[in-house]
């Protein structure tokens, strides 16, 4: 007659269950060896003991790179400043290189005319000769040109010059319109959407509160505003600059690009 060496072998298989999973630890049934037992005597299969091992959790911590806030050195502050923007809280720069010219499709006579002009001034210069008369015909056939194309634009046309990639950002606007320009920043919740901007701006001694959507004017700095696309935290910022604008009682433009 066969006999086991597990006291529990003849158990039905709800206590081989249950046994197996509260001496996990003790060293009794193994937990991989349920999928091998079998109901009976002759059938049940007993696995080695195994070793218990020890396992250890390593987390590494990612190093971020540390955030360049914008705030001046000691002693640059000029205390004595009445006016104009302050530039140390915004990362709105002058650009290092100017943007490479674009034309327009329809711009092209234009474009022809004025290649014309630096041709004659060329020749003018290389030879000495006197050209004036033919820069000064060609000059104002350019004006007339000028006149004529922008007077009569089609639709497309007009709505090409409003998509024009060097257009004028919002803060290009701000900057021109405002005597004094304090830009604020954060959605009081850790965020802070480049794509929209927000701040106060003085206009013949009135406070504003402005905001509008912000592109890059070039490559990385499309990138960094995410191409003027704002996400939930600017939506979160620009409602918290509407009720400081209301708390203060300052009127609100927004740019829409």
């Known amino acids: 007659m066969a006999s086991s060496a597990f ?25 991989r060896s349920l999928g091998r037992a079998r109901l009976g005597a002759a059938g049940l299969w ?43 809280l915004s990362h709105f720069k002058p650009l290092k290189d100017k943007p490479r010219p674009v034309t327009l499709p329809f711009e092209k006579p ?9 041709d004659v001034r060329k020749m003018a210069d290389e030879t000495g000769l006197d050209f004036s008369d033919q820069i000064l015909s060609l000059e104002e056939k350019y004006q007339q040109a000028l006149k004529d194309l922008y007077t009569h634009l089609t639709p497309i046309q007009r709505l090409s010059i409003a998509r024009h990639p060097n257009r004028p950002t919002f ?5 021109n319109i405002t005597d004094k320009w304090v830009e604020l920043h954060g959605d009081r919740a850790g965020y802070d959407d480049p794509a ?14 402005f905001m509008g959507h912000q592109k890059g004017r070039n490559t990385k700095e499309n990138i960094e505003r995410n191409f003027g696309m704002p996400t939930p935290h600017g939506y979160r910022k620009a409602l918290r600059m509407m009720r400081y604008a209301d708390h203060h009682g300052f009127p609100i433009i927004t740019f829409i690009d």
Do not use: Q
Not at 110 to 118: G, N, V
Not at 171 to 175: A, C, K, Q, S, T
């Open 110 to 118: 234009l474009t022809d005319l004025e290649k014309k002009i630096a």
């Open 196 to 209: 929209i901007v927000t701040g106060i701006g003085t206009i013949e001694g009135r406070n504003y509160m």
């Open 46 to 88: 007993m696995g080695r003991r195994r070793r218990e091992v020890g396992v250890a959790v390593v987390a590494k911590i990612r190093k971020w790179k540390k955030h360049d806030y914008p705030w001046p050195a000691p002693g640059e502050i000029d205390p004595n400043v009445k006016g104009g923007s302050v530039s140390y």
């Open 7 to 31: 006291p529990g072998a003849s158990a039905p298989a709800s206590d081989l269950l249950r046994r197996s999973c509260s001496e996990m630890t003790g060293g009794g049934f193994p937990l």
């Open 171 to 175: 803060l290009d606007h701000v900057l």
